[in-house]
């Protein structure tokens, strides 16, 4: 059974949440602060909690409708959540089995709670005529009774008319029988009892402050789990007992100890070992649990024991800590994933949950963010619909914009939910914008092997060499590589680093005798480049010195030169005029305008256009040692790519 569509109605902030739909998987409600994503999942969360909850009318209705709600007839229901659900293919068939084909009007349903009773509102849309048609077809009756009953429509009519049979036949009885034992004989009230109250979902609401203790005192812990009076963060430390297969009774008996601490080991891997398959951030910690004695002078509840301490042991620093004393974030991602590990323990292994999960990277590093929607996407949503709250970029899949519903609070109409993700005010759609943003800058520039370049021009002249090598029968640049500029030299650095961050293949070409080199051989070392990721251009044009306008003969690129210039130079630059002494023919050029008084500056870009632009005329002119530089340059970056 699945949640399709909602609507929240007077809860708090919410006078009006408008009809919202629901993913089959994973739905992300985005808002601002206050602007209601909490009210909403809380509303949600009453139609069938895990827990023991329900509104206050008093408390819940929105204050500033405080008139209007006394206006309404005691007796009135007053709807909160209308919730639309659909049977799933299973359910379907089954009512069909035994009701006939034609027995529902629709797969869908709607579920209504609200104030002033505890009841859920069910509306099953069956068709009543054809399912009386269907138990009546599978009757084996003498004319006479079966005349009797014939014009028997809904099923209050047909159990009349079999009640009424002077002399019923066997199968008639049976069907009174069936029709009696239904609650109040009414096909709707059958239909809610056998077919969707055992298959709704029980709904989950997690919150960042439903977080596991560090340290309990048994005796106080048993006595409010008897009385019902725990956290939801205290339930996610028994769920680590009873993966261990103890219970908090069994620490009473001191001679069982060790073997109860032999048991708490092996929970505590189990749940490490779950916890660090998603959690990236820091692989070196693993979760212990210990037995103390209460100390000396302790306040209630930890003057008595036996007291139970969760600590988190880091292997690289060989030390433990308290569990509370770890980051917010860790603590938070492991009470959830004890929590949950608690929920499918006590449920059968079909047990639906629909999870609600208030700001859940709240406390997360970006990067373990991004943890937490692949164990979303991995192991909750495959089995479970999941609804989460967020106001931040690093928890909205750029890839699954149609899942995000923004959350606005009207200044009259409270929170407002709308799947129109872009007509929300500019706060509210900030966190959509930079998450678009940081995917555009991983996919649009760059990809799994990037190429780094120091400046448009280079991207032209590797783009052309690549058509010119290849119409020869040469090797080109091997298209796998994301060719991305970078705008000069001194970002060189900063951009290996952070593509390195992102785990992608980046290789940088650069000038034999840009000054950053030192510092992106030193980031090669640390292993944040590719190995032999580093490519000069020296490596090819046989010079010390060396830019990547040395793969080309330097009257072909004198040439383009003055094709680029031939509006600012009177005469064209001869090549008599070049220091040949000087090995990069750049700052031959540069010296030349200089020399000539030429206002404009000289820009590396303007050759590489007139390139592009004359191509198809141009490339003839491309000599074969050029050829074989250009081949040797593309062989060295392509070895760097993983084999196809």
Request: aromatic share 8%.
């Amino acid at each position: 059974m699945q949640l399709i569509r909602a609507r929240i109605t007077d809860y708090r902030s919410v006078e009006d949440s408008e009809i919202f739909d629901v993913e089959k998987d994973v739905t992300c409600l985005v808002g601002k602060n206050e602007s209601g994503k909490t009210n909403l999942l809380q509303a949600l969360f009453r139609l069938n909690p895990v827990e023991t909850a329900g509104f206050d009318e008093v408390v819940d209705f929105p204050a500033r409708k405080t008139r209007e709600r006394k206006q309404i007839p005691a007796d009135r229901k007053i709807p909160v959540v209308r919730a639309t659900f659909r049977f799933d293919d299973a359910a379907l068939k089954a009512i069909e089995d035994e009701f006939g084909p034609k027995a529902m009007r629709s797969a869908e349903f709607e579920v209504v709670i609200g104030y002033r009773d505890n009841f859920k509102t069910f509306d099953p849309r069956y068709n009543e005529a054809a399912v009386v048609d269907h138990l009546r077809s599978a009757l084996d009756l003498p004319a006479g009774a079966a005349r009797a009953i014939g014009g028997a429509k809904t099923i209050a009519d047909l159990l009349a008319a079999l009640i009424a049979l002077a002399e019923p036949p066997f199968d008639a009885s049976a069907l009174a029988d069936r029709i009696r034992d239904w609650r109040q004989s009414r096909l709707a009230l059958y239909l809610i009892d056998e077919y969707i109250k055992p298959a709704m979902p029980k709904f989950v609401y997690f919150a960042d402050y439903d977080t596991m203790p560090g340290k309990v005192a048994l005796p106080d812990l048993i006595r409010r789990r008897d009385s019902g009076e725990l956290k939801r963060g205290e339930l996610a430390l028994l769920s680590l007992l009873e993966m261990a297969g103890v219970s908090p009774e069994e620490f009473k008996d001191s001679d069982q100890h060790e073997r109860l601490l032999r048991e708490l080991e092996n929970s505590g891997n189990v749940i490490s070992d779950e916890v660090f398959e998603y959690w990236s951030q820091n692989t070196e910690l693993e979760v212990q649990l210990k037995v103390l004695l209460p100390e000396a002078g302790a306040q209630a509840p930890f003057d008595v024991g036996p007291i139970l301490q969760i600590r988190v042991f880091n292997r690289r620093h060989r030390a433990s800590v308290p569990f509370d004393d770890r980051s917010r974030g860790f603590v938070w991602f492991f009470s959830f994933l004890a929590y949950f590990n608690e929920l499918e323990a006590a449920g059968t292994t079909d047990l639906i949950l629909i999870l609600l999960l208030d700001e859940p990277g709240l406390s997360l590093h970006g990067r373990a963010q991004a943890d937490l929607l692949r164990l979303i996407e991995e192991r909750l949503a495959p089995k479970h619909q999941v609804l989460y709250t967020t106001h931040s970029p690093f928890m909205v899949d750029p890839g699954n914009l149609q899942r995000v519903r923004t959350v606005i609070d009207m200044e009259r109409g409270g929170a407002k939910v709308s799947s129109e993700i872009f007509k929300a005010d500019e706060d509210t759609a900030f966190p959509l914008l930079a998450a678009m943003g940081v995917e555009m800058t991983q996919t649009l520039f760059v990809g799994e092997h990037t190429l780094l370049l120091e400046g448009p021009s280079d991207l032209i002249y590797l783009d052309v060499l690549t058509d010119v090598a290849e119409a020869n029968g040469s090797t080109g640049l091997d298209p796998r590589w994301v060719k991305t500029p970078i705008g000069g030299s001194g970002k060189v650095s900063t951009f290996v680093t952070l593509l390195g961050a992102n785990k992608l293949n980046v290789a940088v070409l650069v000038d034999s005798s840009t000054k950053d080199v030192g510092a992106v051989q030193r980031l090669r070392d640390n292993g944040q480049l590719a190995k032999n990721g580093l490519v000069e251009i020296s490596e090819f044009t046989g010079t010390a010195d060396a830019d990547v306008e040395e793969l080309f003969d330097r009257d072909f690129y004198l040439d383009l030169v003055n094709r680029a210039y031939a509006s600012q130079l009177t005469k064209p630059i001869s090549a008599s005029e070049l220091n040949a002494k000087d090995p990069r023919v750049v700052r031959q050029i540069e010296a030349v305008f200089k020399k000539r008084k030429i206002a404009t500056r000289f820009n590396h870009y303007k050759p590489a256009a007139v390139l592009l632009r004359e191509q198809a005329t141009l490339a003839s002119g491309v000599d074969v040692a050029t050829v074989m530089r250009a081949e040797q340059l593309f062989s060295r970056l392509n070895s760097l790519l993983p084999k196809r």
